[in-house]
């Protein structure tokens, strides 16, 4: 194989690297948004499981009709449902999991920014060098996927559309020079 050939395999390895990258990066992102509404949802739910319990023993109190003794079930049920939703979020510790997605996303936006500046490098750099850049970066993805928890399918799927359809990750024709302090080209 000649040098320009395994050079142009190196850069192609190197773009596949940085996209698998962007990929997770984002994944994490929508897989913390989309729990933190789960979790923002579950908070009301149990709101609403214990102030529908409560109005059904006060109902109780309040009433001897046969309104009251129907109250005074339903108000059991509920309460029995917001103790089963309590132990749940107790247990899972969405607010964790959040957290740790989140820090994921933030350590692999780092490392993407390191195979954008490899990229522009790559011309200047010689390719042992580069080689040894492409290790080091690869060794630290591998890291950060081990440490923090999997993402899953429909995460992937709504990352996959915001990079694609809804171009979260690039600049339109212009954008970034308007947004840049006057006098940087």
């Not at 694609?164 to 302090?181: A, M, V």
Request: include cysteine.
């Amino acid at each position: 194989m000649s040098k320009e050939n395994y050079r142009h395999h190196l850069r192609n390895q190197i773009k596949c690297s940085c996209g698998n990258v962007i990929y997770t990066y984002k994944t994490h992102h929508k897989l913390a948004d989309r729990l933190e509404k789960w979790d923002k949802r579950l908070g009301i739910f149990q709101i609403i499981l214990i102030a529908l319990s409560s109005c059904g023993f006060f109902t109780r109190i309040l009433s001897d009709s046969v309104f009251g003794k129907y109250a005074v079930y339903c108000g059991s049920i509920t309460s029995v449902l917001s103790l089963a939703l309590i132990l749940y979020t107790k247990e899972y510790k969405i607010q964790s999991t959040i957290t740790q997605h989140r820090n994921a996303a933030n350590e692999l936006l780092g490392i993407r920014e390191k195979y954008i500046s490899l990229l522009v490098d790559f011309e200047v750099l010689k390719s042992k060098k580069i080689r040894k850049r492409r290790d080091k970066l690869c060794q630290k993805v591998l890291e950060i996927n081990s440490k923090y928890p999997a993402t899953d399918y429909k995460s992937y799927k709504a990352a996959q559309k915001a990079l694609q359809e809804d171009e979260e990750q690039t600049f339109n024709e212009g954008e970034l020079d308007s947004i840049l302090p006057n006098g940087i080209d």
